[in-house]
Structures are given as C-alpha cells and as structure tokens.
C-alpha cells in the first residue's frame, strides 16, 4: 500500500505521523469523525487506557453542550446502566460513582456513591446531604404517606428534637388493653375505644 504515511501489515492499515479526519479534511485530533459512530458487535466497547499510568485520566469531554444523554432504544423495560471495578463475576476492588460540585483550589466538594462488597454508601467530604422530594420519601414501603415513611424499625442514636414542641400520632405501643407481661421500663400508651 502506498501513498503518504500509510502502512499496511497483513490486514491491519496504520499511519504513525498524521491525524485522520472523517468527514473532515482538517481534523484537530488523531481521529476527528463529523457526524455519529455505530458499533456493532457481539460484545462491542471502546476503551480508554491511559499511557502515562498515571498523571493525567483519561477523559470524556463534552463540547458546547452541558447535557450527557445516555439512552436505550426503548424496546426493553428498562436500561441498566452499571459501573464495575472490572466486568467479572468475581471483583477486587469497589466501583466509585463521585459528582464533584463548586470548588477553589481542591479536588474535593463530592458527593459519593460506592458499595464495598457488605453495604451500600452515600457519601459526601464536606457539608450536609440534603433530600429535597417533590412529595415524600419512603423507606422500606414504595407508598410513603408522609414526609418521610418508615416501614420497620428505626434506631435513632441522639436527641429526638421536634421544633414545633409537639408529637402528632405518636404511638408507642398502640393496644386496647393491658399487657399481661409489661416489661420494666417500657412506656406503652392505651387507647380505649
């Protein structure tokens, strides 16, 4: 094969020294495609790997644009977006999602979600983690009646400090009749019907 910087070993064609441009005669970068790419592929992918091994990560850059849409063809119930350590049923190491927000001079200001293998972790370095639902949150029932619902038990560690001096519906042994066995200490409340 021949003509400028290309080469050709056995079935593989390569060019060592220029960039290529499809769709482009003046691409910016080693491979510059104007317009969409389609894989397919029994088990397609693309991978980044990082030659320095180290230094600076390999990225995923978004020009002129601030939204990142990733889609299905809407012809399955749902899509299922996963992030692993490595494509095995057997994994060493956790799989970190970070959302990095506002910051000066740190790498820090995330909010963190990862699960080590036992259990699963919201995490964030610095301030509060705040819920802010349009209607209500549920733990444990998937038709939360309030604010927040609680299907189960709950284990508070600290104060109970209700700022508007009231408990409203607060039960904490609901019976119509007394127990047979009170165990010492317990407070329980009646209520006769």
């Not at 769709?23 to 790419?37: A, D, F, M, R, W």
């Not at 049923?89 to 999602?97: E, F, G, H, P, V």
């Not at 209700?162 to 209520?191: C, H, L, S, Y």
Request: glycine content about 10%; some cysteine.
């Amino acid at each position: 094969m021949g003509g400028g910087n290309w080469y050709r070993t056995g079935n593989y064609i390569y060019n060592l020294s220029d960039s290529i441009g499809i769709g482009t005669y003046i691409p910016s970068e080693k491979l510059q495609v104007n317009g969409s790419i389609y894989l397919k592929e029994n088990y397609p992918k693309i991978i980044f790997r990082d030659a320095d091994v180290g230094g600076t990560k390999p990225t995923l850059l978004i020009e002129k644009n601030d939204r990142l849409v990733v889609c299905g063809s809407d012809d399955e119930e749902e899509i299922f977006l996963g992030l692993y350590s490595t494509f095995q049923k057997t994994r060493q190491s956790d799989a970190n999602l970070k959302i990095y927000g506002k910051s000066t001079n740190t790498w820090g200001n995330y909010l963190e979600l990862r699960h080590d293998g036992s259990d699963g972790k919201i995490i964030t370095d610095i301030g509060d983690i705040i819920l802010e639902p349009e209607t209500n949150v549920g733990i444990g029932t998937s038709q939360p009646e309030a604010l927040l619902d609680v299907n189960g038990d709950a284990c508070i560690r600290g104060n109970l400090d209700m700022k508007q001096n009231q408990a409203k519906n607060f039960v904490i042994e609901n019976r119509t009749d007394d127990p047979e066995n009170p165990v010492v200490g317990q407070m329980w409340i009646r209520i006769d019907l």
